[in-house]
């Protein structure tokens, strides 16, 4: 099977507190050993949101779950928010497999995440 | 090569010794799909799904994982190709002195470099899947048959794999725990568009998952097909398995009777 390598094409710091991640390709895990370390770094900034934008990333699997997992922990243990935006097909189908739809927030796009006109609520506070 | 589904088998014939066990068999698994090889005890369903994960080896031009003739892969091409597998045996073959989480750690551990949290987490996550969220720190003689079977099946998963074979997996378990493990194999196959493979024995839980049902029969492969194209066929085999007919009602008693007391019916 083919695989398209996550790469990590923007981090964008919209101020101190909200920064948004664009990903793109497979999250699966062959990707995850490096992308983790570099999401979790970005975690222990304190960001108050975070929104990882999956509206390109075509797959993903387990590992990528876990790596979602792992941030969103960290970001909670901090007073954080993460906001899962632009999930589609195979991506939602797995977020909703593993559950994590009932914990995690999810909005159709990144401008959505931004101005919490999504589903969830905020759980930081 | 014929077929062009994801593992394609071609005038497959297997030997132990000198007794042939499948005769000239061919069909193709689709992927993304579910296919379910069905048949009488010791009609070679085993012996095919050895050939399937590689644990008897085939000769060139009997078996193609795509294009590749699965007779010439190297040592590491398997390796490639038992990593992109998982087989749920069905005995579960859990390894008696580790926990069920380090059970299901065991193909992560040796196959990748995730790091220890990341395992951690994705073993909890097939746990979950297969309904042993709470068993993790369980050792496998304090589960029952039917959990040993599930817990299996999460190791089996741990890998994501993109084909995974499963031998017998309603054996040992009751209809309710048979209908989940049913419902997962197809959310499996929609989420993760894995290739699935089943072999069983259980007509009510092929029809209710296959994509593709296969027959075989003393070595033969009977039929090919949907669900419903299999329950529509003439043969008569096929129709004296799905409707469940014991060869008792087949049996020659004249030539019975003729080997037990050296005579036949009276007249």
Known sequence: MQSNAVVLIDVRWLNTQQAVVDLHGDLRMAAVASLRKRLLQLARKNPRILVLNLATVQTIDTAGIAMLVEVFRILQTRGGRLILAGLH?????????????KVMDMCDSVEAALTSDCRGQDRSS | MKGQGLINVS???????????????????????VTVIMGVSGCGKSTLLRHLIGLKPSYPGQLFLEHQDMAKLDAREWGCYRRRIGVLFQSSALFNSLTVAENVAVPLRVHSRLPQETIRIICQIKLHLVGL?????YMPSQLSGGMRKRAGLARALAMDPEILFVDEPSSGLDPITAAGLDELLLALRDALGVTIIVVTHELESAIRIANQMLVLDKGRLLVVGTPQEVQNSNDERVM?????????????TETYLAGLVGRRTKP
């Open chain 2, 133 to 137: 969220s709470s068993f993790g720190e």
């Open chain 2, 240 to 252: 004296q398995f799905l409707r469940r007919i014991s060869d008792q009602q087949l049996t020659d």
């Open chain 1, 89 to 101: 097909n195979q991506v939602l189908k797995m977020v909703q497999l593993t559950h994590l739809d």
């Open chain 2, 11 to 33: 005038g497959l014939n297997s030997f132990y010794g000198n007794h042939q066990v499948l005769y000239d068999v061919e069909f193709s698994i689709p992927r993304h799909q």
